[in-house]
């Protein structure tokens, strides 16, 4: 079997001591701050501290972030390439960023500039810590043998099969990006009611649903991933907070004590992913039946 080299960018969120250990590399990306400078965001945060990052952030700061070039892939992956091994890259959700565009960009170059070497890129159409935990089944399967082309394979047919169940706090700052209806975000923040999201076929963010007060958003995230998930004794679940350790932390037990799974882990999520979210940003993730309730297929498949 030829030997393949991993990637996904910094969207992943993924705690870096997890992606050591199945040898996952990780593009950083660039967040620019409002005085015009900029830095490079890595799964280990040591451009920006996050606790420094999200106080800024409920102070006010305005931060914005900036796609990875294709140029970036293309100085990132040739050393690879030109080491003889292959290449698999992740991306980031195309339905939330043109990130994924200027990897085929890169992608489409290089096999000119190295036709005997296989050069994959994946959309995962996930989005923060669902995107690194369809990174870290990529690695799983390349470690159980998997040639490149299979994983693709087996990605691009599973990850329909990856659910993504979230809330924020506040629905500004994603009205602001224009993820969400401006009739949305001020309904949440008049009377209180918390959004239950997901992120859809299409890889863009969807209400499913509204509950209210934060209590009842958090448990919402739990019945739905009850609905959802399969084989729940062999997984590993995984939940992505934004500044709200302790929220995420009570969310971890509720999870094992209405969830008989593996384990859940929680991932913290950067600043690329926050810039977008705020904080408090609340996200709970499984493999499935599918991205959510049949139930609501009807509502998510009308326009």
């Avoid at 009205?175 to 401006?182: D, L, S, T």
């Avoid at 958090?218 to 907070?241: A, G, K, N, W, Y």
């Amino acid at each position: 079997m030829k030997d393949y080299v991993l990637f996904t960018d910094a969207c992943c969120d993924m705690n870096q001591d997890i992606l050591d250990r199945h040898d996952i590399h990780v593009i950083p990306m660039e967040v620019i701050l409002p005085d015009g400078s900029t830095f490079l965001h890595y799964p280990d945060f040591r451009s920006y501290a996050s606790e420094d990052f999200y106080q800024k952030v409920r102070e006010g700061m305005k931060t914005k972030t900036s796609m990875i070039s294709p140029d970036v892939f293309l100085k990132t992956f040739r050393p690879v390439l030109s080491a003889g091994k292959d290449v698999m890259y992740i991306s980031f959700s195309s339905g939330l960023s043109k990130t994924y565009d200027n990897a085929c960009h890169a992608v489409y170059q290089l096999r000119k500039e190295y036709p005997a070497r296989t050069i994959i890129a994946v959309d995962s159409l996930c989005a923060c810590g669902g995107e690194g935990v369809f990174a870290l089944q990529a690695a799983v399967n390349k470690e159980k043998g998997m040639t490149i082309q299979e994983n693709e394979t087996w990605l691009l047919a599973h990850r329909m099969n990856l659910s993504h169940y979230f809330t924020v706090g506040e629905l500004d700052t994603l009205k602001r990006g224009g993820r969400i209806a401006p009739t949305v975000a001020f309904v949440s923040g008049t009377f209180d009611i918390k959004p239950v999201l997901v992120v859809d076929q299409e890889g863009r963010l969807r209400l499913i649903g509204s509950v209210r007060g934060r209590k009842e958003s958090l448990q919402r995230l739990i019945d739905l991933t009850r609905e959802t998930i399969v084989h729940p004794e062999e997984q590993i679940l995984f939940i992505s907070e934004t500044d709200c350790y302790a929220e995420a932390q009570q969310l971890k037990e509720a999870v094992k004590d209405q969830i008989p799974c593996k384990d859940v882990i929680i991932t913290q999520i950067g600043p690329v992913v926050g810039t977008h979210t705020g904080p408090e940003h609340m996200c709970l993730f499984s493999w499935g039946r599918g991205r959510y309730p049949e139930r609501f297929r009807a509502r998510m498949e009308h326009r």
